[in-house]
């Protein structure tokens, strides 16, 4: 059974920078992204990033330029550097590994808090 496991939140002022880590554990097959998410208090679940086996990345808009993805395939873990923190930023944020086998698939890790406020 593959686990995800996210740590890094905490509180920052406008501006300020985080760095998330996010550490999966079991046996994984085949290939596979790990992903950020966010869902502030009463809003939906948005993406934040994503980043591929081979390192490709993908970043939603009102992050792009101020967060980066990155990925240690030998310690198999991910990262998302937060810069130039907003206030909107301020979220549960996410860990998901997806897998295509057997079938496609989201691990989910239990969230961890980020809030920016002064």
């Known amino acids: 059974q593959v686990q995800v496991v996210e740590s890094g939140g905490g509180l920052v002022q406008p501006g300020g920078s985080l760095r998330l880590s996010c550490e999966a554990s079991g046996s994984i097959s085949g290939l596979y992204l790990m992903a950020w998410y966010r869902r502030a208090p009463g809003l939906q679940r948005d993406f934040v990033a994503n980043i591929g086996s081979a390192g490709d990345t993908t970043y939603a808009d009102y992050v792009r330029g101020r967060f980066t993805i990155s990925r240690d395939n030998a310690k198999n873990t991910v990262d998302l550097q937060m810069n130039s923190l907003k206030p909107e930023d301020t979220a549960v944020y996410y860990c998901?590994?997806?897998?295509?086998?057997?079938?496609?698939?989201?691990?989910w890790g239990q969230g961890t808090q980020v809030t920016v406020t002064s």
């Open positions: 998901a590994l997806i897998t295509f086998e057997p079938t496609m698939n989201y691990i």
